[in-house]
């Protein structure tokens, strides 16, 4: 039964629709896990805890919202604007949250080879950051991990990216038909 439903509904979802429930579960379970990495090291006082959980409600609400009550806006900059401020003001309070920004820029990125250069850029340098804020220095290696990220990201941007771009042109050409 559900299978049928899957075959029906499957030629309807266009492929941006298809990849965005990937990316919302994929956020979820990177916001849960910061969380749950976050408060599992007990050491911040109370009112750290109750403007942290406060910061991952607002930005999961924030997704949401954006994912599905504005699914296909063109308003995807005050998106970014909004999950890249609360991503950075999470990852300052705890750098268990910084690879939350993969999930966040993720929608967006990973179909547009542009905004995947900017999300890979603000997601290594954060990174880099929070490095050099911890150690107090840079060290190679790091330098290099970074660099395999940013093109890793990059490469699986485009692959997706024509993926998506072939599946767009075969329902046009099935909808000529």
Do not use: N
């Not at 990125?109 to 990174?127: E, F, I, N």
Request: net charge neutral.
């Amino acid at each position: 039964m559900f299978g049928e439903t899957a075959k029906k509904l499957s030629p309807r979802l266009k492929a941006l629709e298809r990849w965005q429930v990937v990316w919302g579960a994929f956020f979820y379970v990177l916001l849960a896990y910061g969380t749950w990495a976050a408060l599992s090291e007990g050491s911040d006082s109370g009112a750290r805890v109750v403007v942290e959980l406060a910061l991952v409600l607002v930005l999961g609400v924030w997704y949401a919202y954006w994912a599905v009550v504005r699914a296909g806006s063109s308003r995807d900059v005050a998106y970014l604007l909004g999950a890249g401020g609360l991503w950075a003001a999470l990852s300052v309070f705890d750098p268990d949250f910084l690879m939350l920004g993969i999930a966040i820029f993720a929608p967006l990125c990973l179909h547009d080879l542009r905004w995947a250069g900017v999300g890979a850029v603000v997601v290594g340098g954060g990174w880099i950051w929070l490095l050099w804020a911890d150690e107090g220095s840079i060290p190679w290696p790091a330098v290099f991990v970074v660099l395999m990220f940013i093109v890793g990201w990059l490469l699986s941007a485009a692959y997706i990216s024509t993926i998506v771009r072939q599946s767009r042109e075969r329902q046009r050409l099935i909808e000529e038909l």
